[in-house]
């Protein structure tokens, strides 16, 4: 199975590593520090380098097995089973997202209710909710948002079992989207005294690194549901 850097430090740029599968799409590795498709967050792109050669990520999703697929561009050459590659990732990109991720887990902190959904982008991310009685303001989130940011919280990874994650579903906060289970752990995300949730996402490690945020929009998606618009200055 392929080791998830990604998880173990989400601001590592760079790393080497092995192919073990090439396939039509792209290839596999023997560790990845590009983040699949999931959860609502677009998977990585960067460049694949080997002696020799040089490929394009241009998208990364999650294969059979729990493994990581990286999707290559169409005029990209392949490295052979067993080259030895450097990875490297856009970063800028990557940045955005994490950013983008955990500024969604302090909204959703902010807002009370059911998340039905959501999508982390690069400039522009949203979360829709159940709400009953009186819909908040974009003004009024975006100002309660910006206040827990300016406080610098850390922002931590933990883990709890399978089972202790059943008995706990405050800790999941998406009704669309359930987390990984059947690996016998899962992970979570801890805003320090304000939001703890189950997330396999990549996060920056204190909210001021966020900077400021706006809600931008709020739509009305159906009888409860609304869909509130964030995006980075």
């Not at 997330?199 to 931008?216: D, F, L, M, W």
Request: aromatic share 4%; proline share 5%; with cysteine.
């Amino acid at each position: 199975m392929v080791e998830e850097l990604f998880r173990q430090d989400a601001y590592l740029k760079q790393a080497d590593a092995t192919v073990t599968a090439v396939e039509d799409r792209g290839v596999r590795l023997d560790r990845s520090i590009f983040y699949p498709t999931g959860g609502g967050q677009p998977g990585d792109t960067g460049v694949l380098r080997w002696d020799g050669g040089e490929a394009k990520v241009a998208d990364t999703v999650k294969a059979d097995d729990n493994d990581v697929l990286l999707v290559l561009a169409p005029d990209s050459p392949k490295p052979a089973v067993g080259t030895r590659v450097r990875c490297e990732l856009d970063w800028e990109r990557r940045y955005k997202h994490m950013r983008m991720h955990t500024a969604l887990h302090v909204m959703s902190a902010v807002i009370k209710g059911n998340v039905t959904g959501g999508q982390v982008n690069a400039d522009r991310s949203r979360l829709d909710f159940n709400l009953e009685g009186e819909v908040p303001t974009k003004e009024w989130v975006t100002d309660e948002i910006n206040k827990i940011l300016a406080t610098d919280h850390p922002v931590v990874p933990q883990w709890v079992t399978d089972d202790e994650l059943t008995s706990r579903p405050e800790l999941v906060k998406t009704m669309s989207v359930r987390p990984p289970m059947g690996q016998g752990r899962v992970r979570l995300l801890s805003i320090e005294g304000v939001d703890l949730q189950a997330c396999g996402g990549t996060h920056v490690a204190r909210t001021a690194e966020i900077g400021r945020v706006e809600c931008i929009k709020v739509e009305n998606k159906g009888k409860m549901n609304r869909r509130f618009i964030i995006a980075l200055p």
